[in-house]
């Protein structure tokens, strides 16, 4: 999709914060609000406005634990990649999951309330999943950096 300058300052104010008016957004990036309100639903009906939610701060939630779940399969095939897949996708510890290259098969980002509440994720629903063969954990100290908005330039 091809971006004007305004389309992507509209965006960055999007996700900026997906509360303002249409009135107010216009305002912002200089359309009126009947072009505003037009552009976003091109946007959502293109598929580049996935869904509007609300971010939680996890702690406050009282997720005190968040891990970094490295996880290695037994065998490389399209069963058990589609299983696990299925499978993760459906814990709702796992807030994000990953294919990636290495040594490794898949990164998990997990919450969890507290050690024992990992600890029994971990080895209810990760390393008893057939298709595992291994998982190594690295947890979160703090978090240094965390942001949704994608870097729009004009």
């Not at 009947?34 to 939680?56: K, M, N, P, Y």
């Not at 796992?94 to 997990?110: A, T």
Request: charged share 25%.
């Amino acid at each position: 999709m091809e971006l004007s300058r305004t389309d992507r300052r509209l965006l960055a104010e999007l996700q900026r914060n997906a509360n303002r008016n249409q009135s107010e957004l216009a305002e912002l990036v200089g359309m009126s609000r009947t072009s505003c309100w037009r552009r976003i639903r091109d946007f959502e009906e293109a598929g580049l406005i996935e869904r509007q939610v609300a971010l939680l701060n996890p702690k406050l939630a009282g997720f005190n634990i968040q891990v970094l779940l490295l996880v290695a399969m037994k065998e490389h095939t399209d069963k058990n990649r589609e299983n696990f897949e299925r499978h993760v996708s459906l814990l709702p510890e796992v807030m994000e999951c990953f294919s990636v290259s290495g040594d490794r098969d898949y990164l998990l980002q997990v919450v969890a309330h507290d050690m024992d509440s990992y600890n029994d994720f971990l080895n209810s629903q990760v390393l008893r999943h057939e298709a595992v063969q291994s998982a190594s954990s690295t947890f979160v100290l703090r978090r240094v950096k965390y942001s949704t908005a994608l870097p729009l330039t004009n």
